[in-house]
């Protein structure tokens, strides 16, 4: 290091322990819904970004192999870095954890080739395409609960129903809006409805904990 | 939907989407670069914080 690089001095920290961020200075857990809002915070500048091309590409100034590229770009970016920080860091991330990020990434484009597929054919309007680029930010959040629950391997949970879902994943009626979050305490994980409007899915999937998580 | 539409060009080949599915050190570079140019102050160095 030297003198015009000045030491970086991070201001949280993974508490293996308590599986979640903690304070440097003074041990603080950080709270959930504070993580999620941050996590959030990043998918709606995506989710920004995502609406501004979208137009770009129904005015005509890029092509959609330039805006399919550049979605997946932003896509890959988002689930990588959400990966990592439900991870608890890149210490953290192991080859299953990308292996993890990767295949979600390959459905992602999946869809992606689908929609780029229908909007190239002229069979979605403009506003259904800003509607739906819109979800692919949302989507990323899945990547953090991913890698939160992967290193929740708790053998005191051995005996609970698996949970399946993450927050997010698509899975539930209201695919990316989710705003639920998963809490972990000495009972288990628990599903928890953020404030939200929720949909079935997620009523009934917050009424069924604690569950394991692996 | 409007008849004077124009989509310019073709989407891309299935080649051209896998090969950008896998993850690569630069890859992961670009993402720490992402989440710290945007985060929060809170969280900005997060991703390569340590674990206690």
């Known amino acids: ?13 993974w508490n293996e322990s308590e599986h979640g961020w903690q304070l440097v200075g003074t041990g603080d857990m950080v709270s959930t819904a504070a993580i999620h809002q941050e996590v959030r915070n990043h998918a709606v500048l995506s989710s920004t970004m ?12 890029i092509a959609v192999s330039q805006w399919q590229n550049a979605m997946l770009a932003e896509i890959k970016d988002g689930h ?53 680029a819109r979800q692919y930010a949302q989507a990323m959040e899945q990547s953090y609960w991913n890698e939160w629950k992967a290193g929740l391997d708790v053998p005191e949970f051995s005996n609970l129903p698996l949970l399946e879902n993450v927050p997010g994943d698509g899975n539930t009626q209201c695919h990316g809006n989710c705003q639920c979050v998963l809490l972990f305490n000495a009972d288990g994980v628990e599903w928890s409805l953020n404030v939200a409007e929720h949909c079935p899915d997620c009523l009934a999937l917050a009424s069924g904990g604690p569950y394991r998580v692996v | 939907m409007s008849d004077d539409l124009i989509i310019i060009g073709e989407p891309l080949s299935q080649d051209e989407i ?35």
């Open chain 1, 1 to 13: 290091m030297s003198l015009d690089q000045p030491e970086i001095r991070y201001q949280l920290q």
């Open chain 1, 50 to 61: 995502f609406d501004t091309m979208t137009v770009q590409l129904y005015q005509a100034q």
């Open chain 1, 80 to 132: 990588i870095a959400d990966a990592i920080f439900g991870a608890g860091g890149i210490g953290n991330m192991t080859p299953e954890a990308y292996a993890r990020v990767e295949a979600t990434l390959a459905k992602e484009a999946k869809y992606l080739a689908e929609f780029a597929q229908g909007i190239s054919d002229g069979t979605v309007s403009e506003l259904q395409a800003r509607a739906r």
């Open chain 2, 18 to 52: 896998e090969a950008s599915i896998a993850i690569t050190p630069d890859d992961i570079e670009g993402a720490i670069d992402w989440w710290d140019s945007s985060a929060s102050d809170l969280f900005i160095g997060a991703l390569e914080s340590d674990s206690v």
